[in-house]
Each structure stands twice: as structure tokens, then as C-alpha cells.
């Protein structure tokens, strides 16, 4: 094998390796997400207090971010050479994200600025809650049932 070879082949190898790390990501569980917030209360400033708000800071900032996104790229896919129903619905799009937030999208609105102290406490409280995990193993899906119920979007029939 020349060295010419072996380097690709190392390369390779480095290149599945890495791959295959990227999608090994676990998703926090519930349980663990428990855990870090019921010091909360106690010790906010500790590594499973900041744990417990980043968590939940990073999983609104990831909705509002992707609900953003995916607006924008729905408009500018419209923008080109658009139907009358088109133009309507891109801005339509656009009157509900100005009128209720970037969020809007995710089913859940933080509307006029929310303090993420309020936020953390109410996912906290609803966290501790919890008797069954029963399909409900992804910290994740307890953050956004909770953000949907407790920060609901206005309809437009309200």
C-alpha cells in the first residue's frame, strides 16, 4: 500500500469516525433534566441551577431561531414569481410573526418580553410535577408541552 493510499484511507476512517460521533448525540432525558432543576430553588448559581436555565434558555432560543428561519425561507421561496394566494399567505406569515413573536411557529408566544427567570420557574414547577415519564423520556418534550400550555399563541378569532 503506498503512503498515498494509507492517507486516504486514514482520512476515511477519520471521516466515518466523525460521522458516526454526530449522530450519537442522546437527547437529555427527562429524568436528568429533573435532576439539575430541582436544586434550582436552592442553589441557582451552582453548575445543575445554570444547567437547568441554559437548558431551557437554549430550547426557546432554538425554537424562535428555527421558527425565524424557516419563515424567512418560506417568503423567499414565495417571493419569486408569486400567485395573488401566494403573496397572501407570505404575508400573512409575516403579520404573525410581527404580531406575536418568532416563536409563533412552535405553538407557544413569550409575547411582550418574559423574564427567562418566570419561564424557568414555571417549566421547573411543572418538571417536579411529573409522576409519570411514561413516553415522556426527552426533556424536551416536557419543555415544549409546558412553553404550548402555559404561553399559549393568541388566535386570530380572540
Keep these: 500500500m503506498t503512503i498515498k493510499s494509507l492517507g486516504c484511507a486514514i482520512g476515511i476512517v477519520a471521516v466515518m469516525a466523525a460521522v458516526s460521533d454526530a449522530r450519537a448525540v442522546e437527547a437529555l432525558s427527562t429524568e436528568e433534566l429533573i435532576a439539575h432543576c430541582a436544586i434550582y430553588e436552592q442553589d441557582p448559581e451552582g453548575a445543575d441551577g445554570i444547567f437547568c436555565v441554559r437548558y431551557i434558555q437554549g430550547f426557546i432560543d432554538g425554537a424562535v431561531a428555527t421558527d425565524e428561519r424557516v419563515t424567512y ?43 427567562l427567570s418566570e419561564v424557568v420557574r414555571v417549566v421547573i414547577a411543572d418538571l417536579l410535577e411529573l ?25 386570530d378569532d380572540e
Design 73 to 115: 425561507n418560506v417568503a423567499a421561496e414565495y417571493d419569486r414569481d408569486e400567485t395573488f394566494t401566494e403573496r397572501a399567505i407570505r404575508t400573512r406569515l409575516g403579520s404573525r410573526i410581527d404580531q406575536y413573536g418568532p416563536s409563533y411557529y412552535a405553538e407557544f408566544c413569550l409575547g411582550e418580553p418574559v423574564p
Design 131 to 155: 409522576e409519570n415519564l411514561e413516553g415522556r423520556e426527552r426533556a424536551r418534550d416536557i419543555v415544549y408541552a409546558t412553553l404550548r400550555t402555559e404561553y399559549p399563541c393568541e388566535s
